[in-house]
């Protein structure tokens, strides 16, 4: 069943991506959003994003089926403490936190009884963040990662995953812990590494960067105070992360020598090869039959 | 003085577009491509980027003002063996490779006297490789480096610039020591990180890979062979570079903790200010005045 009384907690790119996404699908629901600054609710409401706006967090949830929490992952647990006292019997709570294992204990924690909360992670975005750049069909073909716990009401799950697919995503369920896990692989380790990419450069080999440069690093132009909060929930895993890549990367370095030459190249192509099929999967998915 | 008589020694994506850009920015010279398989041959005279085609790289030079050696890294010392009894004299030899030191310690061993060689690095391309993908464009408002030694005469270096900044190119010079040391930090590495990236990952990770991954990653596609010859022969620098983004991904990793937060902040903004400068710096170069 989708909502009729929605909130988005926290109105950037992605929050007003929800509410522009819910337009552009002819969701009949009625949508606050709560933001601390007055200039980006404006901007929610000009754009179309949100129908009322609300500079209080627990008064942006009173009414609601559907709340999604859509601040950075630093802010969860205040806002959390924040709304429990004021959802409805029946609420459901989600979110699109980059992490998953610390916002489902702490909803665990904080949450009253008769309110449920199922972890969610649509795995869309950019460097960008303010409403400024919300697009209604950024969901679009995307996936999005359910992290249910043996604890979670599967109707809970059905509401959160159901409006997920109105705004045209694909779905997945695994858990908060496999979640992170592979979030530090894919999204928190190659953020690290083209940030750091970026800092071991002179400035005399910055002058010469090209377009491959630029792309490689794109994701480095984030938020600091966003990455470090998603960096640090996930810190263990990013640790291990690193050391897999810094193992690749001695092993690389390794093959540097004349008579390594064709394991070498075969290292190149395997790779070459994996990212090829991986584009082909992309491309894919996103001509949906 | 533009030459009257170019021949371009391997008609791929640089060499074809070398091609395509002479006859876009209208210089009046006749072109001949070599390359060793005739399909490439016939499909580079199809689309204009050569006026005659060669199979021999020895008779592809014996009536050219200017050469350009636009093979892979790793067939130099045998093109320039190959083309050395051919040459004229006052001819002048440069190339395109992504390496400088050795083909300028060759050129200096294979070519006679009477000939004068100049290495060229022009900054532009993509992980595609073939002639198909050649466009005359590819090198406006590009970069590109020249290594010029003591030895070297001063009017073939500038007869080498000319043609270049004919193509719409911008123009440095530097040894070819620093230019193997700069572009090992700032295109060899990103070009192994990027390999490495996707070596570490597991297949359910890979699942979940997004467009921020597939940016990270893209030079990663390119040929196996070709990067293999560009590693090996950069290794010394390119393993030193290794060094220092390990070094700098152990520091990043000793920033993971709650008392650490504050630097970490910092020094994730600080990566993403220069990356961000960067940017800005390209985009201006890209708006001529």
Chains 1, 2 share one sequence.
Request: proline content about 3%; aromatic content about 4%.
């Amino acid at each position: 069943m989708l909502p009729l009384r929605l909130s988005i907690l926290g109105v950037g790119l992605l929050g007003g991506s929800i509410g522009l996404a819910a337009r552009a699908n002819s969701i009949p629901c009625h949508i606050t959003g709560y933001g601390h600054r007055k200039q980006t609710l404006d901007k929610a409401l000009e754009v179309g994003a949100i129908d009322r706006a609300c500079e209080d967090a627990g008064q942006a949830v009173t009414e609601a089926d559907l709340v999604i929490i859509c601040t950075p992952v630093g802010l969860f647990e205040q806002i959390l403490r924040q709304i429990s006292p004021h959802l409805k019997k029946g609420a459901v709570v989600t979110d699109v936190g980059s992490t998953k294992r610390s916002i489902v204990r702490l909803a665990g924690k904080l949450l009253g009884r008769g309110v449920e909360f199922v972890g969610s992670h649509p795995m869309a975005g950019s460097e960008k963040r303010s409403v400024e750049f919300a697009k209604a069909d950024l969901f679009a073909n995307a996936l999005c990662i359910l992290t249910p716990t043996a604890k979670t009401d599967p109707q809970a799950v059905e509401k959160v995953e159901e409006f997920w697919k109105s705004l045209g995503m694909r779905l997945t369920r695994m858990t908060p812990t496999q979640h992170d896990r592979y979030l530090a692989d894919i999204s928190h380790l190659p953020h690290a590494a083209a940030a750091a990419l970026v800092m071991m450069q002179t400035d005399a080999a910055l002058m010469l960067a090209g377009k491959g440069f630029l792309d490689t690093t794109r994701i480095a132009g984030g938020d600091g105070a966003l990455w470090r909060d998603i960096f640090l929930d996930n810190r263990d895993n990013l640790k291990s992360a690193i050391r897999r890549l810094i193992r690749n990367l001695e092993g690389l370095s390794g093959l540097l020598e004349d008579d390594k030459s064709e394991k070498l190249r075969q290292w190149l192509d395997q790779s070459a090869g994996r990212r090829q099929a991986l584009l082909q999967k992309k491309l894919s998915e996103m001509t949906p039959d």
